[in-house]
């Protein structure tokens, strides 16, 4: 054999080398963390949603929010500089029920 043929032959061992290893990498290691994937992904599709009922649910939460952001733009409630971030969000709690 001559010298080319020896090594396009060694190249080749190398590919295939390189190709058994890989394919042993993917489904050796990997293999368990593609099933747990694969399961979520498959889960995931389940719980699709229409996108239809998205935007529908995304329209009425922006006007909820429209509504509390009117409510506190119309100053019914001045926000004071040391009041505590849990009161504020009981405030809001309780706007969101009363306006809904």
């Known amino acids: 054999m001559n010298r080319k043929t020896k090594n396009t032959l060694?190249?080749?061992?190398?590919?295939?080398?390189l190709v058994a290893?890989?394919?042993g990498y993917i489904y050796v290691?990997?293999?368990?963390?593609?099933?747990?994937k694969t399961a979520e992904l498959t889960s995931l599709k389940a719980l699709s949603y229409d996108p239809n009922e998205l935007n529908k649910q995304l329209k009425e939460k922006m006007r909820k929010a429209l509504k509390l952001d009117s409510i506190?733009?119309?100053r019914k409630?001045?926000?004071?500089k040391d009041?505590?971030?849990?009161?504020?969000?009981?405030f809001l709690?309780?706007?969101?029920?009363?306006?809904?």
Do not use: C, E, M, W
Request: glycine fraction near 4%.
């Open 10 to 17: 060694a190249l080749l061992g190398v590919l295939i080398l």
């Open 21 to 23: 290893l890989g394919l």
């Open 29 to 36: 290691f990997q293999k368990p963390s593609l099933k747990t």
């Open 72 to 74: 506190l733009s119309a």
């Open 77 to 80: 409630f001045n926000i004071p």
């Open 83 to 90: 009041l505590s971030s849990l009161k504020f969000y009981d």
């Open 93 to 100: 709690n309780q706007l969101s029920t009363r306006v809904i």
